[in-house]
């Protein structure tokens, strides 16, 4: 798998070297957990100029991945004299992130009525789990809260067990971040065309039932059946994960007929009971005849078996192993910055390529005006 990971090209001296499509537009953020940092993250490695609000003595984690890039000031938001900072800051910002229970930001005086009154340009961008208004508006919740009320979880595990609890994928940033940033990018376009901002209002529950949307249209077709037992949820002989005989596992997604051939040639499935690839009623028994056969080999055997085959194979890979596999590395899909390996900046642009920005902590207060002028514009 190779053993030294490869640099993806440099990180700029300064803020203004970043060359990404998101060059000249400001993003304030407000410091916090979750789904707003990762947003801020990916604007940031698309070049935009993201200063976050730090609260007094808090100080950046040296392997804060997820914190990377951004330009850092401590100020304390119930302190008047720090508010007038904030409110010079938002005045000049193109975005506004905040992950605050509803009615926070209000009481700080720093809702969106009296910042978009004085910059109607403004794109204020708001994050929470169950959104600013409902039922549960109010309640205390985490990532695993919003994924089970919105059906996603109890679609996830085996089926003789208890839904599994995944990672933080779904929720904060599969359903957070990511409808975050897709959220303040549209809202600028059309700001750019209107003169105006708005409020985007981004709810981690939202955002997941988004994502359950094929399984809504399984679900009403009757085709949508209980945890463990579906394709998708490695039901299927045919698309699921295996113990190999060194303990480790490989990944199976050979749905397509002429790849669930090449899996039956390469593990020698020849029993005429493989041939009724679709019959749910077959699919506990074949899977357990294709977990004995590959308990058989190790890992590596069998990627070596798979190799020349189109078999939708894979090997199961830690973590670590991951940023050393020649495919990641020859993509350069991980860099090291400040001698941590992370992942690159996601997507690739072929003109206006995104970077990770240098971030650093201003020394003073006096160094926010310096950091972000005012513009005449604003």
């Known amino acids: 798998m190779g053993s030294t990971p490869v640099k993806q090209g440099t990180v700029p001296d300064n803020q203004s070297a970043a060359s990404g499509p998101l060059r000249g537009i400001r993003v304030l953020e407000f410091a916090g957990l979750g789904p707003v940092p990762y947003a801020a993250m990916l604007l940031s490695d698309m070049g935009a100029d993201v200063l ?38 938002s005045s000049q910002a193109d975005v506004l992130l905040e992950g605050f229970r509803p009615g926070v930001m209000e009481r700080l005086g720093l809702g969106p009525e009296p910042l978009l009154q004085k910059n109607p340009r403004l794109v204020y961008g708001r994050m929470t789990g169950w959104g600013q ?48 940033a897709v959220g303040v990018l549209s809202a600028l376009i059309e700001a750019g065309k209107s003169g105006r901002g708005q409020v985007v209002d981004c ?8 994502l359950m949307s094929l399984f809504h249209s399984l679900t009403a077709a009757e085709a949508w059946h209980s945890r463990g037992t579906n394709q998708f949820d490695g039901g299927a ?31 020698g499935l020849s029993d005429p009971v493989f041939d009724d690839q679709r019959n749910r009623s077959n699919w506990p028994d074949l899977k357990q005849r294709v977990a004995t056969v590959i308990k058989t080999r190790t890992r590596d055997d069998w990627m070596s078996r798979f190799e020349d085959w189109d078999a939708c194979a894979s090997p199961v890979l830690s973590i670590s192993e991951s940023l050393l596999h020649p495919h990641i590395q020859a993509r350069n899909s991980v860099l090291e910055h400040q001698g941590i390996m992370q992942s690159a900046p996601a997507p690739r642009f072929s003109r206006t390529r995104s970077m990770i920005q240098e971030g650093r902590d201003l020394g003073s207060k006096q160094e926010i005006y310096a950091c972000w002028p005012a513009r005449e514009s604003h």
């Open 52 to 89: 976050r609000i730090d609260r007094p003595g808090t100080h950046r984690r040296p392997h804060d991945i997820v914190g990377r890039g951004r330009t850092s000031c401590e100020l304390d938001l119930k302190d008047e004299r720090d508010l007038e900072h904030v409110m010079y800051l």
């Open 133 to 180: 208004s409902g039922p549960l508006a109010d309640k205390a919740g985490h990532d695993i809260n919003y994924i089970a009320l919105t059906g996603a979880l109890s679609c996830i595990g085996q089926a003789d067990g208890p839904p599994a609890v995944p990672l933080n994928l779904i929720g904060d940033y599969g359903g957070g971040s990511m409808f975050l």
């Open 203 to 210: 709810a981690i529950c939202d955002g997941v039932t988004s």
């Open 237 to 267: 002989h045919f698309y699921s994960t295996y113990e190999c005989a060194d303990g480790e596992y490989i990944a199976i997604g050979a749905g397509e007929s002429k790849f669930y051939a090449a899996f039956r040639q390469v593990l």
